[in-house]
């Protein structure tokens, strides 16, 4: 009878750690391909899960953004981790933004959501099948850099958080969330105590006015601006800011079924839905 009793409580063990390990935490214990693995798997149904109300959107999301951004009519906007597309479409929703998104994220299935819903906005928005880790545009380039409810999925977090600011303009805003409550608990060393945040983008990565407010229940939201004035990079075409995955030189241009780069000579795919195939060609072999 006890082995019974031992036997049926170490099957509840097991159930709840891979419980923990698969859906509290996202696969973020088991490394990176567990992660998007799952965000591939729930790709379809994850707009259902999040019920994202378009109203709410706007009134949390869209407009304090853009009030922030009072003196760029048009910015030239970087969404990373952007799923199936959330930020990018409060955005482009709104008739006072007049600017572009490029938007990446590293599971190719919540970017075919994504491709779905942006289709309508045509060349005013980009997707690139691209990890965070490595951003493949030039130093100060965005008006605008965003990362939503992500940064507590990826590895590095504190790494990723200096490539957000190294292509951001001087002058442009970060904007960033911090996860917080039960779930961000239960996910020890993933998510920031707010105060220790704000002391790294202040102390650690010289940015001014950080702010954390609250949001959502689960997460606060970061607003912070790099120092200094560089005028606004403005709607730019993804051709004058994008990095070739091959050779590291911005000199892309679109052809049939994709990009071909200038200088090396080398092609980049695009999906039948317009995203940008870049992850494999950029992991195999990282510019410097
Ligand atoms: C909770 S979703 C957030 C999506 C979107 N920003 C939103 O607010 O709805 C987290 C996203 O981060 C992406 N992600 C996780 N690790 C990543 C990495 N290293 N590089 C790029 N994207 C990553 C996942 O694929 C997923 O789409």
């Not at 088991?30 to 994850?46: K, M, S």
């Not at 001087?170 to 060393?189: C, E, F, H, S, Y």
């Not at 704000?198 to 959502?216: H, N, P, S, T």
Request: charged content about 20%.
């Amino acid at each position: 009878m006890i082995w019974i009793a031992v036997g049926v409580a170490a099957l509840a063990l097991i159930a709840g750690v891979l419980w923990w390990l698969l859906f509290i935490t996202e696969g973020i214990y088991l490394g990176r391909g567990a992660v998007i693995w799952l965000y591939d798997l729930y790709a379809g149904r994850y707009d259902n899960i999040k019920q994202y109300e378009p109203e709410l959107e706007h009134y949390f999301l869209a407009h304090p953004v853009l009030d922030r951004l009072p003196h760029v009519a048009a910015p030239l906007v970087l969404d990373v981790a952007t799923g199936t597309g959330r930020l990018p479409l409060a955005l482009l929703e709104q008739p006072r933004f007049q600017g572009r998104v490029i938007a990446l994220d590293l599971s190719r299935k919540m970017l075919a959501g994504a491709a779905e819903k942006l289709a309508p906005f045509g060349a005013r928005v980009t997707l690139l099948h691209h990890a965070a880790e490595y951003l493949p545009f030039p130093d100060d380039t965005f008006d605008l850099v965003t990362c939503l409810e992500a940064l507590e999925f990826m590895m590095e977090p504190r790494a990723v958080l200096p490539e957000l600011v190294r292509v951001l303009r001087p002058g442009g805003l970060l904007v960033l969330t911090n996860r917080q409550g039960i779930d961000a608990k239960l996910m020890p060393g993933r998510t920031f105590r707010h105060d220790d945040l704000a002391r790294l983008l202040r102390d650690d990565l010289g940015l001014d006015r950080v702010v954390i407010d609250a949001w959502q229940v689960d997460y606060r939201i970061v607003w912070a601006y790099k120092p200094g004035h560089a005028p606004p990079s403005g709607p730019r075409d993804l051709a004058e800011v994008w990095r070739c995955p091959h050779c590291g030189a911005v000199d892309l241009i679109p052809v049939a079924g994709g990009w071909r780069c200038l200088a090396c000579e080398q092609h980049v795919a695009a999906g039948p839905d317009g995203v940008i195939e870049a992850h494999a060609v950029a992991e195999s072999g990282r510019p410097g």
